[in-house]
């Protein structure tokens, strides 16, 4: 079991990244089947959704940032064709592998997301997706983004956010805390998926994380809610 990871939800700094990592490292074999269960198996097509609000043109050259086991590398090369770039990063080898596994063809890289290890300007696109919300320092991982980013260069992130319904957030809770949880303990890994609702719980508000991405050097910044409100959206162009 994770000692440290009782708490997890209230590290920062860089106890953060080291409790973070090291629970994704232990969980890797089971994210996408856990992925597929907490949302229906409806992730796939928020990725695509995420992926058309970037307008990417055969071509160019994509950042997926917090990538995990890779499921936005397939749409994004769909969009980008044979002649663009897409690269995956995460902080995670074991997440990197298990990607590595189903994208023998792309490129990945072990990369955190506060200290991203490429130039500035040179990426079209960069997406995040459920990532965001586990870096120890969001605006920090924001400004990165836009610096990696060339002028007029379009991010995109996905994340779990609250639901503004009373009911929902009734709902979510249940869900969330006692079930997600209860099926996490099944897989050997309960502890791990206690770390959902309490991170959700403590992540920035959608006006928070547009107002985040603003400050970072993005304009004409929006939001959409998904799934009842239980995820965002949000996306904007770097100034």
Not at 55 to 63: A, D, F, N, S, Y
Not at 86 to 104: E, N, Q, R, S
Not at 218 to 229: A, C, E, I, P, S
Request: charged content about 25%; some cysteine; proline content about 4%.
């Amino acid at each position: 079991m994770m000692a440290s990871d009782q708490a997890i939800w209230h590290t920062e700094g860089s106890e953060k990244r080291q409790a973070v990592q090291r629970m994704f490292g232990e969980i890797a074999p089971s994210y996408d089947l856990m992925n597929s269960v907490m949302s229906v198996r409806l992730h796939h097509k928020w990725r695509r959704l995420a992926v058309q609000t970037l307008q990417l043109t055969p071509g160019e050259r994509v950042l997926d940032l917090c990538c995990g086991t890779g499921d936005f590398l397939a749409p994004l090369r769909e969009a980008v064709g044979t002649e663009g770039t897409v690269i995956g990063a995460d902080f995670c080898l074991p997440m990197l592998d298990k990607a590595a596994t189903k994208f023998k063809s792309e490129r990945l890289a072990q990369a955190d997301a506060c200290q991203i290890p490429m130039q500035s300007g040179v990426v079209d696109a960069v997406t995040v997706g459920w990532g965001i919300r586990n870096v120890p320092d969001i605006d920090l991982a924001h400004r990165e983004i836009a610096r990696v980013l060339r002028p007029g260069g379009r991010f995109v992130s996905i994340d779990m956010a609250v639901p503004k319904s009373g009911f929902m957030r009734w709902q979510s809770n249940l869900v969330f805390h006692r079930v997600v949880p209860f099926i996490g303990r099944l897989i050997g890994k309960g502890e791990a998926y206690k770390y959902l609702p309490k991170s959700t719980e403590r992540f920035k508000s959608r006006e928070e994380l547009k107002a985040s991405m603003e400050a970072a050097g993005f304009r004409d910044v929006r939001m959409k809610d998904l799934f009842f409100g239980n995820v965002c959206m949000h996306w904007g162009v770097k100034s």
